[in-house]
């Protein structure tokens, strides 16, 4: 594994590199209605989920070798996670969804190293179809 993703021989050269996670996820959320006026209304939602992780592109660093390697045998399979947000009805079936999320699972196994957990912030666009009862 001797210099496997590594700059060797090349002083002041680097290369950017981005770790993909690739999981699947099922979850569920409560909504509380906190402003109920005529123009605008407001929830505050709350869930949890369980991820599952698929795939990763995740280089790990070794000082001793010196260099980069990839083994996902050392990332944690299963998470569960936690999100809050905002929802906000802009149209009769259309809504805005702030959300933070955060794995309550590390992301790697060893508890030697540092204890990191997947985070996700985003905007949801919500679209809601119409059913007949």
Do not use: Q
Not at 56 to 78: A, E, F, Q, V, W
């Amino acid at each position: 594994v001797s210099n496997y993703y590594t700059n060797a021989g090349r002083s002041g050269v680097t290369n950017d590199y981005i770790n993909r996670y690739h999981l699947v996820n099922l979850s569920a959320e409560l909504s509380w209605r906190i402003v109920n006026s005529k123009k605008l209304k407001l929830y505050w939602t709350n869930g949890i989920g369980y991820s599952r992780l698929l795939s990763s592109t995740m280089l790990h660093y070794d000082g001793n070798l010196p260099g980069y390697y990839k083994d996902n045998s050392i990332l944690t399979k299963n998470h569960l996670f936690f999100s809050t947000g905002f929802s906000i009805p802009v149209a009769e079936r259309v809504s805005i969804n702030p959300f933070a999320s955060y794995s309550l699972t590390p992301v790697m196994k060893n508890a030697d190293l540092p204890n990191s957990h997947f985070t996700n912030l985003g905007i949801r666009f919500i679209y809601s179809f119409k059913y007949k009862k």
